[in-house]
């Protein structure tokens, strides 16, 4: 079966670092892929990583461990526009079809 | 220059009835797909087209019918809507045989059935 699981809901505080993380089991792989999501609008493009590492792309990391079909991003100085869902996506072998997990949630207090 | 739009924005109409929302991207991209986004937030693909062609259909009920008359338009006709067709599409385009390439998603219908 094709599964991807991350948390449903995180809080973190304004100027802190969170870590949310993402576990998959797909029955092939071409690449990770984090997306943002605002309440109501448009998933937007994060970051992409297909093989093992850390990706740094400004405030935002993301890291993926094929073998433990494991990724997370990374979010540092986090500021109130953060709150946002983010979503974890698996690409298949074949390149044309991407599973999405569920999102989490982030809430960032002041 | 929106890069995908997709019409209309909102849609609210009966059960039983037949609707159709349509999307365009001006990306030049090859690939375009229709997405469900449901109350508990769960992005599910529906559809992929490569180059006008169907790739996945992901065992959408044949009340779905999506129709690609060039790589830059992709529309979905929906057949005897039921109350469990409202949610959020997601029309998304992206190039494949460049493997970083993400998806770019327009802006959702939300279809609210009566």
């Known amino acids: 079966g094709q599964n991807i699981d991350q948390p449903t809901e995180m809080t973190a505080t304004e100027g802190a670092i969170v870590q949310i993380n993402c576990t998959y089991q797909?029955?092939?792989?071409?690449?990770l892929f984090w997306y943002q999501q605002h309440a109501g609008e448009a998933p937007t493009f994060l970051s992409y990583n297909v093989l093992d590492g850390l990706e740094e792309k400004g405030r935002f990391s993301s890291f993926l461990s094929r073998s433990k079909g494991y990724s997370y991003l990374l979010l540092k100085e986090l500021q109130m526009k953060d709150s946002a869902s983010y979503l974890c996506a698996v690409r298949d072998t074949g390149g044309f079809k991407t599973i999405f997990g569920a999102g989490t949630r982030l809430f960032v207090k002041a | 220059d929106t890069a995908v739009s997709q019409t209309p924005k909102y849609l609210v109409t009966q059960m039983g009835n037949d609707k159709s929302i349509k999307c365009e991207q001006n990306l030049g991209h090859d690939t375009m797909y229709w997405y469900k986004q449901d109350s508990k937030k769960f992005l599910k693909i529906m559809f992929s087209?490569?180059?006008?062609?169907?790739?996945i259909n992901e065992t959408v009920p044949n009340r779905f019918s999506p129709k690609s008359p060039d790589k830059a338009h992709l529309n979905l006709h929906i057949n005897s809507l039921e109350l469990g067709d409202s949610a959020v599409y997601f029309c998304a385009s992206s190039q494949t045989g460049t493997s970083n390439q993400p998806q770019h998603f327009g802006d959702g219908t939300r279809l609210s059935i009566l």
């Open positions: 797909t029955s092939g792989f071409n690449g």
């Open positions: 087209y490569n180059n006008k062609e169907l790739i």
